[in-house]
């Protein structure tokens, strides 16, 4: 005779599991935490999770997550609004803002380019960012991907695309770790990165 869990048990299992990062294994564990916990607590918890992402929306400028669109950075006039820096995913842009070392402001494209994922350019926030570029009065872009093969294909698409009168486009490299993400540099790496950009042609 073999003990099935019960199927409450196994439903939350299954819906944690679709999570990023949330194997069966931890799946498992978590359920089994939260149905042993007081009711009050998890009930918090899904207020929690049903409260973000009722309040939680894109920035319709620049993509980011933002209670409020357009958002804080984007209506922020004392930045310079002329420097977009074009980064991979929302969190990207708290690395950056933690570095202190950019007062310009960004544009968020959603992934990169990996044709063995299934993601082509169109599936990328390419498009908003040609239509700021026609506009807004921009300067410069600075591409700030990682540094993996997928972050250079991606980088060298855009500056190709992208070029244009008048438009300078730079990429951070300089110091990061090779083959990984705006994550994984500490703060005094990504400034220096941000620095020492360099032009793509
Ligand atoms: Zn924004």
């Known amino acids: 005779m073999s003990a099935a869990l019960p199927p409450p048990i196994t439903e939350l299992i299954s819906a944690l599991a679709k999570l990023p ?8 564990r978590i359920a089994l935490h939260l149905v042993q916990t007081e009711s009050q607590t998890v009930s918090h918890l899904a207020e929690a999770i049903l409260e973000g992402r009722k309040r939680i929306t894109f920035c319709e400028v ?4 933002t209670e409020k669109s357009p958002c804080e950075i984007c209506s922020d ?11 991979e995913r929302a969190v990207d842009i708290i690395s950056i803002e933690k ?9 968020v494209l959603g ?11 169109e599936d990328l926030r390419i498009h908003q960012l040609e239509q700021r570029l026609t ?11 990682g540094t993996d093969v997928e972050g ?46 360099r032009e793509l042609r």
Do not use: M, Q, W
């Open 152 to 197: 250079d294909a991606t980088s060298f698409y855009l500056a190709k695309r992208l070029a244009r009168p008048g438009l300078s486009i730079s990429r951070i490299a300089h110091g990061l770790p090779a083959g990984s993400g705006l994550e994984f540099a500490d703060e005094l790496t990504l400034s220096r990165a941000l620095e020492g950009r």
């Open 99 to 107: 570095s202190g070392a950019f007062r310009g402001k960004y544009h």
């Open 21 to 28: 990062g949330i194997g069966p294994r931890s799946a498992e």
């Open 62 to 65: 620049c993509g980011s997550l």
């Open 77 to 87: 006039t004392h930045r310079d609004g002329s420097l977009i820096c074009v980064v």
């Open 135 to 145: 506009a807004e009065s921009i300067k410069e872009l600075v591409i700030a991907l």
């Open 111 to 121: 992934g990169k380019i990996s044709p063995l994922n299934g993601v082509e350019p």
